[in-house]
């Protein structure tokens, strides 16, 4: 008997997919079944930013880099209504109002994406507390069922991660989703051909293709970065 012949493929450990983590299974197939999926990536000057986080932060307004980036994505869902809706019964239905869900990791390797509703109505500040307080519903079970299903668009951060790009799944029947990728800091050619280190933001919005083309997307993830790129 070779060596070959005595490995051993039992493995240690066995988690059943069912309950909470079946669903998410199901559902993440289920959108890759059902949608006509397209990812779009772009890279963004997120320096001007963390500069106005820092300032706000001075002023005693402290709030996340995904808390600007989610004031940025309600102004340009504004701008690009045809994103901010949902894909149900073969109809494309638009909503005025921007119900955002933030995709966040569970405890045991779980994901949820609870809503934010009515999202534009809020301060910057009033978001930011908000979502934390939807976060920590989200990690004791607490969540409503609209708030687990009622989202128009979602955000999906994995900014602290060393992934500059990624291909988030669309959360159905949403159009789009949102994936925010690792801030570097990068060399970049200034518009007086000046090379200066700036903070390069990596973004990637997955949408439906079957509720909107590659053009509006397109329209939608240069109108974002160039709103990012202000500050």
Do not use: W
Request: charge should be neutral; hydrophobic fraction near 40%.
């Amino acid at each position: 008997m070779n060596a070959q012949s005595r490995i051993d493929q039992t493995p240690d450990k066995v988690i059943p997919m069912r309950g909470m983590r079946g669903m998410i299974a199901d559902n993440m197939r289920r959108s890759l079944d059902e949608a006509a999926q397209l990812t779009h990536h772009a890279e963004c000057d997120a320096t001007e930013l963390f500069a106005t986080k820092e300032r706000l932060a001075g002023k005693g307004v402290k709030v996340s880099i995904e808390d600007l980036v989610a004031q940025a994505v309600i102004t340009t869902l504004g701008e690009h209504p045809e994103l901010n809706g949902r894909v149900e019964d073969k109809e494309i239905r638009l909503h005025d109002a921007i119900h955002l869900s933030f995709a966040m990791a569970l405890p045991g390797n779980l994901l949820a994406a609870p809503t934010l509703f009515n999202a534009g109505e809020f301060s910057l500040m009033e978001r930011s507390e908000a979502r934390k307080a939807l976060a920590q519903r989200a990690v004791n079970g607490k969540l409503t069922v609209p708030e687990m299903t009622g989202g128009t668009f979602t955000l999906s951060n994995l900014g602290l991660s060393r992934v500059q790009h990624f291909t988030p799944i669309v959360n159905l029947p949403q159009i789009a989703i949102l994936g925010i990728g690792e801030t570097r800091l990068k060399p970049r050619v200034m518009p007086d051909y000046s090379i200066e280190p700036r903070r390069i933001m990596g973004l990637s919005l997955s949408f439906d293709h079957r509720a909107v083309d590659g053009a509006p997307a397109a329209a939608f993830l240069t109108d974002l970065c160039n709103l990012i790129e202000k500050g």
